[in-house]
């Protein structure tokens, strides 16, 4: 077949484009692009320094462990030890002694039974949404919950109904009539907002109808409950047998990984079934290492976690007296409404050139004809930094952005 007739095999998205075949194959992707542009809804990669000249309220180093000497130390070690990578999946040579007492560790502060950690908190919760489901299975998931759990949701082959934010009248109707396997799944701390879900009426709803509750407590674990043990620990959930619990390390514990804490038949069933478990390569030694001295720090200084919360309040209260939309923390997140995705992204811009990182939520990172910036409180913070952060958001602030603009 000749060159000409193979393109003309090839149907009109492989015939001759500019310079070569195929090129126009996906031009629909600038079209894509021009539709979000249109939006306001671009994102782009923007490497962050390694030094302090910008104030970080953007990330969740919500105990301001990631820098602290004794999480890079840990950092450091295990690399040394152990090499730059994990080698391989969990179930290959991907576990260490570190994985193993990371894991022990965590579940026992948390208060749960046992627990097993993933490369990514993303992965925590596709891996427990999707081992815990299943072909006949329900599943009842928040309307606000994180991308993760959505998408965990979309694996399980189970049916899902998607409830209305944190109304538990609204999951026992779900539930209602169902008979087999079921599953409430929700974020502990809604992360745009820091509103907190209302876990014992879930809880309760979820025993009635004879189904287990999944929380993705990613936001609270170092913030909530006493020491910072979480959002279950603070409901008087923490290891029920009916509880699941998803945790993040890269937030409160300033390292990076995730873990799924709840009973020890659970877990093993993770092991088997989970197939980001199975099928990623482990978390890097360097990140379980400095996880577990995160933590280890945690147990020993608990008063991190009231910090952080009086550092969120005190951030309120200036941006409020500022007159500016904030909205009243329950837990290390404050966010402030922006009237448009353009002004969100022009005032998140603005306190970046004032040295302030500031997160910028446009949809579908929240419900459309929604956008904020989120400063996420640290325990860490000083006087001086508070304040800069504050005059900061201020006095970048759009038109129309304060009360009563």
């Not at 306001?40 to 910008?54: C, H, M, N």
């Amino acid at each position: 077949m000749s060159t000409e007739d193979a393109a003309k095999a090839a149907g009109p998205a492989q015939a001759a484009g500019p310079g070569r075949p195929g090129a126009e194959v996906f031009d629909w992707v600038d079209a894509a692009r021009r539709e979000r542009e249109r939006a306001g809804l671009v994102r782009e990669l923007r490497p962050r320094r390694p030094d302090a000249e910008t104030l970080d309220l953007a990330g969740n180093d919500y105990l301001g462990l990631c820098r602290h000497p004794e999480v890079k130390a840990a950092a450091a070690d295990a690399a040394l030890r152990w090499g730059a990578g994990s080698t391989g999946s969990r179930l290959v040579t991907g576990t260490t002694a570190l994985h193993a007492r990371l894991e022990a560790e965590l579940a026992a502060f948390c208060g749960f039974e046992a627990g097993l950690v993933f490369a990514s908190g993303y992965a925590a919760n596709l891996a427990a949404v999707a081992a815990l489901g299943g072909p006949g299975g329900l599943i009842v998931s928040d309307a606000a919950n994180h991308a993760s759990l959505i998408d965990g949701c979309r694996l399980a082959r189970s049916e899902v109904v998607v409830a209305p934010h944190a109304d538990p009248a609204a999951f026992a109707k779900a539930l209602d009539g169902h008979r087999g396997r079921a599953l409430v799944v929700t974020d502990g701390v809604f992360s745009v907002a820091g509103a907190r879900a209302p876990l014992p009426e879930l809880a309760a709803v979820c025993r009635a109808a004879g189904a287990g509750l999944l929380v993705d407590d990613a936001h609270g674990l170092g913030v909530l409950g006493e020491g910072g043990r979480g959002s279950l620990a603070a409901a008087r959930l923490a290891g029920a047998p009916d509880v699941v619990a998803t945790v993040t390390l890269s937030k409160a514990l300033g390292s990076q990984g995730g873990a799924v804490l709840g009973p020890a038949r659970v877990i093993r069933h993770l092991v088997s079934a989970a197939r980001t478990f199975m099928f990623d390569t482990g978390l890097a030694p360097a990140s379980a290492g400095g996880a577990l001295a995160a933590l280890r720090l945690l147990r020993r200084e608990p008063a991190r976690p009231a910090r952080v919360l009086a550092v969120a309040r005190e951030l309120y209260r200036r941006l409020a007296d500022r007159g500016l939309p904030a909205i009243a923390p329950e837990t290390a997140v404050v966010a402030v409404a922006a009237p448009s995705a353009e002004a969100a992204v022009t005032w998140a811009a603005g306190c970046r050139a004032a040295g302030v990182e500031v997160g910028c939520f446009r949809p579908p990172s929240v419900p459309r004809g929604v956008f904020r910036l989120r400063l996420t409180a640290r325990a860490d913070l000083t006087e001086d930094q508070l304040a800069r952060a504050v005059e900061a958001v201020a006095e970048t602030a759009p038109a129309g952005a304060r009360r009563g603009g």
